[in-house]
Nanobody
């Protein structure tokens, strides 16, 4: 059974940083990973993804240059380093996985999700 567990959320002031972690169990090989977020009253949106075969990354325009997705394949952990945080980054952040090795940005392409971790950025 595939399980994802996020951690690292919290409250931070605007301009600050947080690093989210997502531990993946039960999935093996060159699977893809992504981070999504959902703010109150809004639909879930894509944040970042990392390709399974070569680590190539892709970001939403809203976070490009501020967020970095990375993975430690030996530990089955995916990270989201978030710098220069803004109040509009406030949301529940979810990690997700899909079994393909290519890049995916639609949440419907992901088959397993974590429970989410709250990120709150105060102004």
């Amino acid at each position: 059974q595939v399980q994802l567990v996020e951690s690292g959320g919290g409250l931070v002031q605007a301009g600050g940083s947080l690093r989210l972690s997502c531990i993946v169990s039960g999935r093996y090989g060159r699977y893809g990973m992504g981070w999504f977020r959902q703010a109150p009253g809004k639909e879930r949106e894509f944040v970042a993804t990392i390709r399974g075969n070569d680590g190539f990354t892709y970001y939403a325009d809203s976070v490009k240059g501020r967020f970095t997705i990375s993975r430690d394949n030996a530990k089955n952990v995916v990270y989201l380093q978030m710098n220069s945080l803004k109040p509009e980054d406030t949301a529940i952040y979810y990690c997700a996985t899909h079994p393909r090795s290519d890049l995916r940005v639609r949440d419907s392409d992901y088959d397993y999700w974590g429970q989410g971790t709250q990120v709150t950025v105060s102004s």
